[in-house]
């Protein structure tokens, strides 16, 4: 029919051509929020609104603007310190002043990338995968450098978030690839190409790459990128710390189901213990001075195990499990509780679709003979499992800037095959289409009468081989339960596609191989009512002393806001408010 027409159409064009769609989404700011700003954030944003000046004197002069000193800068500071509202401050004011092409944003996930109204770091950049990550540089193809250096045109302002998972190889790619693509490529021997401003948001205190080294600690590197991204990395000679949490403030909770506190106590004292495990170790930093997690902190927390819950609230959680997501360190146990949800809908008979990948290729079909996650290919599982009513997850970036991400969840509204196919017992049919509605879809309506609604069809991950080895998948995993890599960004509460949490915050060994997995975590809710714990919850958990990778993180803290004090010593006046006023009605006035 016309329906199953349109999405296999619809279903097509993402497959072949997702880049020409996703363009950054418009990014504003208020002047409430620009006048709001703290003392931190404003100098940031002031720093790089001088710097647009500049850029503007110029008048366009490529001999001049070559003669400029380039504003390269490091914004750290933890979750709720308001980067994002740095973030549209920039863009909206440079937009404005240089015009459109002027600010990109960029993040190494599709759902870090979404919020920041940006793209991923790899739709931009043509970065190889795998093992070809790290060879030494080599330039794009013909097309593809095109495309590249067309999407540069204009830019004088790169804006970077998620700072902690992108590794030392990605950034020397990203600075090479800068090189060939700014000014056409007429500046490759300058550091990154040329552009004038580099930020790069993030709290190191989070997940780390999922592969590869932290920007900070990549010493040991071998690669040619890695090398250059380490370099790179040190040489940033300028860093804005926003350490005022201006989120989460413990303003009146009205939906807080915790009857027995006053409105807003229960999420100020977890906004508190958020800090004391970010900055404990150091006992804060800067102006903000936070003691350790306490004993008394972890019976707090203990007291939203489940098993520990008022018989009310557990009779929410379990009335809510269609809204509820559980988030766990590993791959394992996201596939039990997954499994579970998938062997509860055939029980109650609903028809099941069993996917499995078409393979070709050495690389391909040696991935799917290894268990679990380690039998992904590009993203693309193995084995996956669709039907009526089914949360789901988006395995690859279709159209980032309408929704469509690597990491967007989403519901199964109805599953096609054509042309007289059926599902198979092993699953090697593939289904043509698959109806899903994302609430976060912003794109245009497809489905007419229901604008949420999405196509999603075959899509085939080409890996960069000399096998030329390719994976044929519906990109779409079960997301009942997903792990705290996957998490980082997603924000769960009411009025949100998932209303409630259940995290596993593993044992003390996590922290060693996932630093900052705990905060992460702990930190997806918006209120404490939407929050339950699974395991046990002991201060091992907590203690930055039993890890590594925590002691080098406190010491990278201490280097960047004492990196933040030579910052502001030598611009003088970038944190007045009254000159930050005038500075923005000049900008707007223009």
């Not at 067309?150 to 030392?168: A, I, K, P």
């Not at 490759?188 to 999922?210: A, K, M, R, S």
Request: proline letters at 4%; glycine letters at 10%; charged letters at 20%.
């Amino acid at each position: 029919n016309c329906r199953v027409s349109c999405g296999l159409c619809t279903a097509k064009a993402f497959a072949k051509h997702p880049d020409i769609l996703d363009t950054a989404s418009k990014v504003v700011v208020t002047d409430e929020e620009l006048l709001a700003l703290t003392d931190h954030q404003r100098a940031v944003v002031m720093l790089v609104l001088l710097k647009f000046f500049e850029i503007m004197e110029c008048n366009g002069d490529e001999e001049v603007l070559a003669k400029l000193a380039p504003l390269h800068m490091i914004v750290a500071g933890t979750a709720g310190t308001g980067k994002t509202l740095v973030i549209r401050a920039i863009n909206s004011l440079g937009k404005g002043l240089c015009g459109s092409q002027a600010v990109m944003n960029v993040a190494p996930s599709g759902t870090a990338s979404f919020g920041m109204g940006g793209r991923t770091i790899h739709s931009v950049f043509p970065i190889p995968f795998g093992k070809a990550l790290h060879d030494k540089f080599r330039r794009p193809g013909a097309n593809r450098l095109k495309q590249l250096q067309d999407e540069l045109t204009g830019l004088h302002c790169l804006c970077v978030d998620e700072r902690s998972m992108v590794s030392t190889v990605t950034f020397g790619w990203m600075e090479y690839l800068l090189r060939q693509g700014m000014h056409q490529g007429g500046r490759e021997h300058v550091p990154y190409g040329g552009l004038l401003i580099l930020l790069l948001f993030g709290d190191d205190g989070q997940l780390p790459p999922v592969l590869g080294t932290r920007l900070f600690a990549g010493a040991a590197e071998t690669s040619e990128a890695g090398q250059s991204g380490t370099l790179l990395y040190k040489l940033i000679d300028k860093c804005g710390c926003t350490t005022q949490v201006v989120l989460q403030r413990g303003e009146p909770c009205y939906t807080c189901s915790l009857r027995w506190h006053e409105p807003g106590e229960e999420c100020t004292r977890l906004r508190d213990l958020l800090l004391s495990m970010r900055y404990g170790m150091t006992r804060g930093i800067g102006d903000l001075v936070v003691e350790p997690v306490t004993e008394e902190d972890v019976e707090w927390l203990s007291e939203r195990q489940v098993h520990r819950l008022q018989p009310e609230q557990r009779h929410e959680l379990e009335a809510g499990s269609g809204s509820t997501l559980w988030i766990t360190p590993k791959n394992a146990e996201v596939w039990q509780k997954n499994r579970a949800k998938v062997v509860a809908a055939s029980r109650r008979r609903v028809p099941v679709v069993k996917c499995r990948a078409k393979d070709t290729g050495v690389c391909a079909k040696r991935a799917s003979r290894l268990k679990g996650s380690d039998s992904d290919f590009g993203q693309m599982p193995r084995t996956t499992y669709v039907f009526k009513g089914a949360r789901v997850m988006l395995s690859c970036n279709l159209v980032t800037s309408w929704g469509l991400f690597n990491g967007a969840v989403g519901v199964v509204q109805e599953v096609y095959f054509v042309a007289g196919r059926q599902p198979s017992y092993d699953g090697r049919e593939l289904p043509d289409v698959v109806f899903v509605e994302f609430p976060q879809y912003t794109g245009p309506a497809i489905i007419q009468g229901q604008p949420l609604l999405v196509p999603i069809g075959k899509w085939t991950w080409r890996e960069h081989c000399k096998h030329h080895c390719e994976r044929e998948q519906i990109p779409l995993k079960c997301c009942w339960a997903v792990t705290c890599h996957k998490s980082q960004g997603m924000t769960i509460g009411p009025g949100k596609m998932c209303t409630h949490c259940v995290v596993d915050l593993g044992d003390e060994s996590t922290e060693r191989w996932a630093p900052g997995a705990a905060f992460v975590q702990l930190s997806r809710a918006t209120e404490v009512a939407s929050l339950a714990i699974e395991g046990s919850v002991t201060l091992g958990r907590f203690q930055w002393g039993t890890s590594k990778a925590k002691q080098a993180i406190a010491v990278e803290d201490l280097r960047l806001y004492k990196l933040h004090e030579r910052t502001l010593q030598a611009s003088p006046g970038v944190t007045d408010k009254w000159e930050f006023e005038m500075v923005v009605h000049e900008a707007v006035q223009m």
